[in-house]
Nanobody
């Protein structure tokens, strides 16, 4: 199938920056949209940003102008550059991808990474 592995989380002071990466591996036929979600303690998981295979992007209002999503299709990798971080950005960040494994005979399915913690101190 398809595995997603995130990296780049950590502890940063308010106003700082972090760059998250998510690499897809496994038996991949194609990847459609990829994106980042986050979940803070006691809250529902929410979309942060996503990007189509053609490069069209979509952002949550709370991160517009501060976060930038990008992808390298040759590397099956999606990135999230996070600038001007705020304590409210503290959460576990999850990578998401809609991908077709193996061959055209298989359906597109949704895959999740294991999550990476981002903590922003005030």
């Amino acid at each position: 199938q398809v595995q997603l592995v995130e990296s780049g989380g950590g502890l940063v002071q308010a106003g700082g920056s972090l760059r998250l990466s998510c690499a897809a591996s496994g038996s991949i036929f194609s990847i459609n949209a990829m994106g980042w979600y986050r979940q803070a303690p006691g809250k529902q998981r929410e979309l942060v940003a996503d990007i189509t295979s053609g490069g069209s992007t979509n952002y949550a209002d709370s991160v517009k102008g501060r976060f930038t999503i990008s992808r390298d299709n040759a590397k099956n990798t999606v990135y999230l550059q996070m600038n001007s971080l705020k304590p409210d950005d503290t959460a576990t960040y999850y990578c998401n991808a809609y991908a077709r494994p193996h061959t055209l005979l298989y359906p597109v399915s949704r895959y999740w990474g294991q999550g990476t913690q981002v903590t922003v101190s005030s």
